[in-house]
Each structure stands twice: as C-alpha cells, then as structure tokens.
C-alpha cells in the first residue's frame, strides 16, 4: 500500500495458525515478580511480619516458594510453642538478624508447658539470632523451670516472661555476644547469670522475683531498674556510668539499693528517677532520696513524677 508520502506501508507476514494466541498466553503469564532479585523479594516477605503468611505467598508466585526460610527477620505470636520450634527448625539461613516470639492463650495449662517452651528457647538458640525477644502472655497454673540454652551470637536479648516463670540457666557456655540484657517478670539469678554476660553494656530489670539482688558486672555501663521488693542487694558496678530507677516509693530498702548504686558505681554519671505519685517534695520520703542525691555533688541527678513525668529536681 503506497502512502501520500511515498513510503509504502508493509504487512508482517501471517503468523502460523495458534501463533497469535500463543504469543498472547505467554505474554499474559509472564511472571515479572520472578525476575526481581531476591533480595527484593525478601524484603517484601519480610514486610508481612508473619513466616506463615510469607510461606503462603508462594501460591501466588513461583518465585516466592520456600523463599521465607531465607528471612532475616521473623515474627512469631503462637498458642502453641511446638509449632513455633518445628518453623524454626527449616530456617536455611545461618543466622538471623531479628527473632521476635510471643507465646500466648491457654497451652501454658498443658503439664509439659515448661518442656514446650525449654525445646523452642534452644530451636531460637541454633538460628543464632542477633536479637532475640521473647514474651510470655500468659499466667502457668504450675511453676515449673524453664531451661535458658546460651546465646551465643544474641547480641540484644528481651525476656518477658508475665507468670515470673524459673530460668535454669546452663551448664556450660557464655553469652559471649550479649551487650543488652532486658528482664521483666523473671525468676532468675543474676549472681549466677551476669558472670555468664563479659560483655554486658545494659542491664534492664522490671519486676525481678528474687529475694536477693546480686549484680557484678565490670562491663557494665547502664543500669535500668523498675523497683521491686528486694531483702538485700550485693552490687559491684565499677564502670557504670548511667542509671534509671522507675517507681521509688521511698521505702527503706529501696533508700539502702540507692545508696549501695551510688557507693559502688564510681563513675555514675547520669542518676535519674521516677517516683511515685504519692511521694512530694515536702514528703519524708521524699527528703529521703534528696539528701542522698546532695551527698554525690558530681552525680547529675533527675526526679520524676511517674504519671505526669514532672520534673521534681533539679
């Protein structure tokens, strides 16, 4: 066909019978999520925040499948702490960046609960996870011991076990990596644990049920501490340069715990406390704590109400 422009306008040639409808199909199955590279895949995985969901989202593309064994990071919120353990153990990854489990509902009345939850603590310990949370949601109707494995890779570690479950602590091992130590609601023995930890930087307490208090620690340089009813404290902190006490109700022995931070850490730095609600600056207790503030000068100190964060002093 000749056009005004003199060009002429050639037909393709006809393409074999099927050939149209062919070319077609291909071009509408053309899977182009598979041709991302992975670890652009990974990170959308990743952003579902769930290993099961992740797996799922290998019916959708073929690229996908299997590909959530390989996640850095992985979420857990389960009733079921054997399901948990048996996800873990097809973790192809060496290691991972980020563990997060959160144990909840009733399974904790099962007689074995405190074995459930020994066999998940050591399938977390072998995909040596640089952080590790673990929380605990529920109140056990037996108080049997849960086996702490060691750590050895975990840098950052978080226990939050509500119904103040017993850790057995291991045999053998260190925490080598460890640098961050949060506990809440813990039955534990810090005598035993912190000389586990060479390289411990913060220590986090909340609601720690023991009756005595023992913290050596050399390395230690932040201490964080929600009050709790201790019968006696023994604390070696020789390179502690910061301090966090939430809850001072101005109770005796929480007075004696003051006095033993700021006489054994020597170069506390930074001193800051949250009081309660129902202690005033024109309370005993209150004159309490500020007339040991005044005995170390080079201590910054910081009171706080609890509630309204009102700063009380300076």
Avoid at 127 to 138: A, E, F, G, Q, Y
Avoid at 165 to 172: D, G, R, V
Avoid at 247 to 275: P, S
Wanted: aromatic share 8%.
């Amino acid at each position: 066909m000749q056009l005004r422009s003199g060009r002429r306008l050639v037909y393709p040639p006809p393409e074999p019978q099927g050939g149209g409808h062919r070319r077609r199909s291909q071009h509408s199955s053309e899977d182009r999520i598979s041709g991302l590279p992975e670890d652009l895949l990974l990170e959308v995985l990743a952003r579902l925040r769930s290993p099961a969901g992740a797996a799922r989202a290998g019916a959708v593309c073929r690229a996908w499948r299997g590909l959530w064994t390989d996640l850095p990071e992985l979420w857990f919120y389960s009733a079921q702490p054997l399901h948990v353990e048996s996800t873990l153990a097809r973790i192809t990854r060496p290691s991972l960046d980020l563990l997060d489990i959160n144990l909840w509902a009733d399974w904790a009345d099962d007689e074995d609960w405190n074995w459930q939850v020994s066999l998940l603590l050591h399938g977390a310990a072998r995909v040596l996870p640089d952080k590790l949370i673990i929380t605990v949601s529920w109140v056990p109707l037996t108080n049997y011991a849960v086996d702490l494995p060691c750590f050895e890779r975990t840098s950052y570690l978080s226990l939050d076990l509500m119904g103040s479950l017993p850790i057995t602590l291991p045999q053998y091992g260190e925490f080598t990596a460890l640098k961050s130590l949060y506990l809440n609601s813990c039955c534990i023995d810090l005598g035993s644990l912190l000389p586990l930890c060479p390289c411990l930087r913060i220590l986090n307490i909340g609601n720690l049920i023991v009756d005595t208090v023992i913290v050596h620690s050399p390395s230690l340089e932040e201490f964080v501490l929600e009050s709790s009813n201790w019968r006696s404290e023994d604390v070696s902190l020789a390179n502690l340069e910061v301090v966090e006490i939430h809850g001072l109700e101005g109770k005796d022995d929480e007075v004696d715990f003051l006095k033993i931070i700021l006489r054994c850490a020597t170069v506390l730095r930074i001193l800051t406390m949250t009081i309660s609600d129902d202690i005033s600056p024109s309370n005993n207790s209150y004159e309490k704590i500020y007339s040991i503030m005044k005995e170390y000068p080079d201590v910054e100190c910081h009171v706080m109400a609890s509630s309204s964060e009102e700063v009380l002093y300076p």
